[in-house]
């Protein structure tokens, strides 16, 4: 059974940095791309950005782009987001993904991201 663990959230201040962490284990096969997505209060879910297993990385909107960094140690099947330049409206959930075949087909349980102004 594929499990994917976020670490690495908490609260910080406005302007500063969070780097979370998205361990999969129970991996047995070739994915296509692991993922973060955040689900901000009162708002759908949105897409932050991913990476897939050539090293691509794609993000959900430029200004996501501007201030988050994803990166990932494909062996280990891990994937880290960088957060820099943090804003009150960055605050919610974020929850680690993985891809299998081109969907997102595995998630973890999300770790909290408290920005305060």
């Known amino acids: 059974q594929v499990q994917l663990v976020e670490s690495g959230g908490g609260e910080v201040q406005a302007g500063g940095s969070l780097r979370l962490s998205c361990a999969a284990s129970?991996?047995?096969?070739?994915?296509?791309?692991m993922g973060w997505f955040r689900r901000r209060p009162g708002k759908e879910r949105e897409f932050v950005g991913s990476?897939?297993?050539?090293?691509?990385?794609?993000y959900g909107t430029s200004a996501m782009k501007e201030r988050f960094t994803v990166f990932g140690d494909n062996a280990n099947n891990m994937v880290n987001l960088q957060m820099n330049s943090l804003k009150p409206e960055d605050t919610g959930i974020y929850y680690c993904?993985?891809?299998?075949?081109?969907?997102?087909?595995?998630w973890g349980q999300g770790t909290q991201v408290t920005v305060s102004s």
């Open positions: 990476i897939s297993n050539s090293g691509d990385t794609t």
């Open positions: 129970g991996v047995t096969f070739r994915w296509k791309a």
């Open positions: 993904s993985l891809s299998r075949t081109g969907t997102w087909s595995y």
